[in-house]
């Protein structure tokens, strides 16, 4: 089906940012049709849970659950016990486990199987935290740091390394594509990192081989997202630019930019890889297709900077 014509009964596309609130739209044609409260704090990262039921907020010292087939406005869970902010978090395929990271220099593993859903596991490092993602092997976590250090945390045996490919340049984003072949990473500078991955055997731990190094923005780049089917490479940036990049040779294929050049905080391909949501500075969240310069819809409703997107199709 077209991203176009799906309904909401499909997809869950939320946003969120630093009006303090989490707006869940109908992507087909714009419609906000539910406003939940995210009080005391900005939203920092969304990401819909595995089993499409929750989205999961991180914020000022919390992370929050949102049912998505409730009206309530208030969250149903709220992960407290925190400090300072929470700046991303991601789960296990199965959902049994979500991963958190922020400020505080500590990821944390958080065992969600009981009704009390605890803090299993920290990993300490020496920086606060600006993101993560969880290899498809769902047995090593990428943590990238405000040192400008990724560490690549082998969550079965706990060994570590880390890869410092600008020192004291931030990390600020990090992906692994859906076929575990690249990893790429994003810095204050603008410039995008990819790594080969090749999988460890036994307990050997996975090695990364640079692939490539590109001067991706002319500002802070704030996301890199590779899409479903591995084909591509959305960057995101404070030059007012999401940049799409072949995974083939990771030559640039589009820029889609708008008018004002305001901050594009993240970004979120559709399933079928064909199009992508940007978040922007300018309150507004944008859907765009990969191939076009054009974007083919806008999601006004929130009324300060839009710093996150959780989508994700139900089909």
């Known amino acids: 089906l077209d991203i176009i014509y799906m309904d909401r009964d499909t997809i869950v596309f939320a946003t969120g940012g630093y009006d303090h609130c989490i707006k869940f739209w109908q992507a087909h044609d714009g419609l906000c049709y539910r406003t ?10 969304l990401e819909v849970t595995p089993d499409k039921r929750h989205v999961a907020s991180a914020g000022y010292q919390a992370i929050k659950m949102y049912d998505v087939n409730s009206s309530e406005p208030s969250p149903v869970y709220t992960f407290e016990g925190l400090s300072k902010n929470i700046s991303c978090i991601c789960f296990s395929e199965n959902g049994q486990c979500m991963y958190s990271g922020g400020e505080d220099c500590m990821a944390r593993v958080w065992d969600l199987r009981g009704r009390q859903q605890q803090c299993q596991r920290v990993f300490q490092v020496n920086a606060p935290i600006n993101c993560m993602c969880l290899h498809p092997n769902q047995a090593t976590l990428i943590v990238g740091d405000d040192s400008g250090t990724i560490h690549v945390w082998d969550l079965t045996t706990d060994h570590n390394e880390q890869l410092v490919p600008d020192i004291d340049i931030a990390i600020r984003s990090v992906h692994i594509d859906s076929d575990g072949a690249y990893l790429a990473a994003v810095n204050n500078k603008g410039t995008c990192y990819v790594w080969s991955l090749s999988s460890g055997i036994g307990t050997n731990p996975i090695t ?23 084909t591509l490479l959305a960057t995101t940036s404070a030059d007012g630019t999401c940049k799409i990049w072949s995974a083939a040779d990771f030559s640039l ?4 930019e708008q008018k004002m050049g305001k901050w594009v905080w993240d970004c979120a391909f559709s399933c079928d890889s064909q199009y992508i949501f940007t978040a922007s500075s300018d309150h507004v969240a944008r859907l765009w297709h990969v191939n076009r310069p054009n974007h083919i819809r806008e999601y006004q409703g929130h009324t300060k900077a839009i710093t996150a997107i959780a989508y994700s199709d139900l089909a």
């Open 36 to 45: 939940a409260q995210h009080p005391d704090s900005q939203v920092n990262c």
């Open 208 to 230: 990364l081989t640079p692939r490539t190094k590109l001067n991706a923005h002319t500002r802070y780049a704030l996301k890199c997202r590779f899409s479903p089917d591995s």
């Open 253 to 256: 294929t589009n820029t889609l």
